[in-house]
């Protein structure tokens, strides 16, 4: 063996093992970031579309199944009461819901990789927000201020006039068909984005 070939086997050897456990370090770090973002994506887009789905079931059939149902009640006591309930009920479930599909997606988008990282994610999420408050405030500033909420319902007790049960139960089926548009829309869009994508 000759000087030369001592000498550089003496200067590579030190570096040899660091770059080795380097280069190994990294390749088994980011398989592992790879494939637990890879898992957790598919599952937050169906996770996401799901609640979507029952979102914008939920206003679909309150629009055109209960609430209607509510106007052939015999009386306005048992309207009120029955529409106060529906009322409370609905914007818990709709809120979970939209909570729920909105952090889905959100999430998603941000922790897909930057090649596959599609907007429809992000339209989706905006949509299925702007399906709670954007769609009250528009039907607020329709509505005006003769308006009345469900605690001024309760309050008026057994002597409680018809046709203001009858414009909440109708304002409130406005807000619900409104809803039902804007989040059949993200619903679409998410459907669509899911089946070009192929998660």
């Known amino acids: ?17 660091r770059l080795t456990s380097l280069t190994t370090s990294s390749a088994v770090s980011h398989p592992i970031a790879g494939s637990m973002s890879n898992r957790t994506v598919p599952v937050l887009k169906f996770v996401g579309t799901v609640s979507l789905g029952l979102l914008t079931g939920v206003s679909a059939s309150l629009s055109t199944i209960a609430l209607p149902a509510l106007l052939t009640l015999p009386t306005a006591v048992t309207a009120r009461s029955t529409y106060t309930y529906v009322s409370s009920k609905t914007r818990v479930l709709s809120s979970y819901l939209r909570h729920v599909t909105t952090f889905a997606l959100f999430s998603a988008y941000l922790l897909s990789p930057s090649r596959f990282r599609h907007p429809y994610l992000l339209y989706t999420s905006i949509l299925t927000f702007v399906s709670g408050p954007g769609v009250d405030l528009a039907v607020s500033l329709t509505a005006g201020k003769d308006a009345l909420s469900n605690l001024e319902l ?11 049960v009858r414009h909440a139960v ?19 869009m998410g459907l669509v984005g899911l089946w070009g994508d192929g998660a």
């Open 1 to 17: 063996m000759t000087a030369a070939s001592l000498n550089s086997s003496s200067i590579t050897s030190p570096l040899t093992p």
């Open 154 to 164: 309760e309050n008026q007790g057994d002597d409680v006039n018809g046709e203001q």
């Open 170 to 188: 109708e304002r409130m089926k406005t807000t619900e068909s409104a809803r039902a548009s804007v989040a059949g829309l993200a619903f679409a």
